[in-house]
């Protein structure tokens, strides 16, 4: 056994309470419970509801972004779509024009 470990027995050896120390005890903690509760000090009383404010305007602004974050969503796909249908509508038109352009017209269409 080391020094270390003789000191460390020595020291938390067990020891006998005083006389009374029960009762003391139990007396005190008859006067703490007695006490009134502890209450927030008025000048607290504010910090709960600016705690809330706080996490509802939080919300409130997260909620806002994402709307506006799919309002232009919905933009770009109805933009998209628009672009799209004009494409095909061009295509169409130029699809026609070639193929009237490689087809000669017959002696019965000359309109003679």
Request: proline share 7%; hydrophobic share 40%.
């Amino acid at each position: 056994m080391t020094d270390l470990e003789k000191e460390l027995r020595a020291a938390l050896r067990p020891v006998e309470p005083e006389d009374g120390f029960a009762e003391r005890v139990r007396a005190r903690i008859d006067r703490e419970s007695r006490r009134a509760p502890r209450r927030t000090p008025p000048s607290l009383l504010w910090v709960p509801a600016a705690l809330a404010a706080s996490l509802l305007l939080g919300l409130v602004t997260v909620y806002e972004r994402e709307l506006a974050h799919e309002r232009q969503g919905l933009e770009a796909r109805r933009e998209l779509i628009e672009a799209l249908r004009v494409t095909g509508a061009k295509l169409d038109l130029a699809y026609r024009g070639v193929s009237d352009a490689s087809h000669p017209p017959k002696a019965a269409d000359t309109g003679a």
